[in-house]
């Protein structure tokens, strides 16, 4: 018959559970947002070697728009630049998630080692 763990233990297990579920949403988060920074930094490139005279289109809708050069590169620095904050934050989010996972695991150990589970069912074997 198994053995149901100790009430603290099972919170620690529960909070890190949660908290390790956070922390890969924030990674695939920040690939996200590092994905689309790279890309506006390609396109702030290609924009930036281009001729002025030379005609620039925008997608909308579906719907190739003649637009002014500079006022695209201008929209896609301002991008860049709220996307570089936003890469710079998740990983300082990740950080801290990374630390507590790493706290409680610890914790968890630690308890599992004051309470002897794990040698139980060895020495039962």
Known sequence: MAQRLPPELEN???R???IQAQYNRLVQERIV???ELNEVRKVIELLEEIDESSQVYRLEANILIASDKNK???ELKDRQEVLELRVQKLKKQEE???KQ???LANEIREYQARIGIGKQ???AG
Request: hydrophobic share 35%; proline share 0%.
């Open 12 to 14: 620690k297990l529960v």
């Open 16 to 18: 890190y559970q949660n």
């Open 33 to 35: 947002a590092e994905t």
């Open 72 to 74: 695209i590169l201008q």
């Open 96 to 98: 801290e998630l990374r």
């Open 101 to 103: 996972i790493d706290k």
């Open 121 to 123: 069912e060895r020495s």
